[in-house]
């Protein structure tokens, strides 16, 4: 699986967007693709609260994260790829989902050093 995030221009993109991977049977139920695993809705993340719990900085974009069953550029004008330490959601507690797709992407992150 492959586990990639996104950030839309606000909730109607990405309902828009949404419609590419799902389909509807003929009773009208809505399901995912089967390239697709799971979806996390995010909505607008907030980056620093004051002491007393109130969002101080909110993020204008809507965010989604996609467990995909297959790699797929879909969306990839959308994705983005914030560092391992800062990821405030991962699918069923697996941080090393996101690890991997983020060492893809910068492969520096995951180097280790060479024996000597």
Do not use: R
């Not at 839309?8 to 390239?35: C, H, L, M, P, R």
């Not at 993020?59 to 467990?67: E, F, M």
């Amino acid at each position: 699986m492959i586990f990639k995030k996104y950030e839309f221009t606000d909730e109607a993109a990405w309902q828009t967007a949404k419609k590419s991977i799902t389909t509807t049977d003929a009773e009208g139920n809505v399901s995912y693709t089967s390239d697709v695993n799971a979806v996390a809705e995010i909505g607008y993340i907030c980056y620093a609260y004051d002491d007393e719990g109130n969002c101080e900085n909110l993020s204008t974009l809507w965010s989604v994260d996609i467990l995909w069953n297959t790699d797929s550029d879909k969306f990839s004008s959308e994705a983005v790829y914030p560092s391992p330490d800062d990821v405030i959601h991962t699918f069923a507690g697996d941080d090393n989902l996101w690890v991997k797709t983020y060492c893809t992407q910068y492969p520096e992150y995951c180097e280790t050093p060479e024996e000597e």
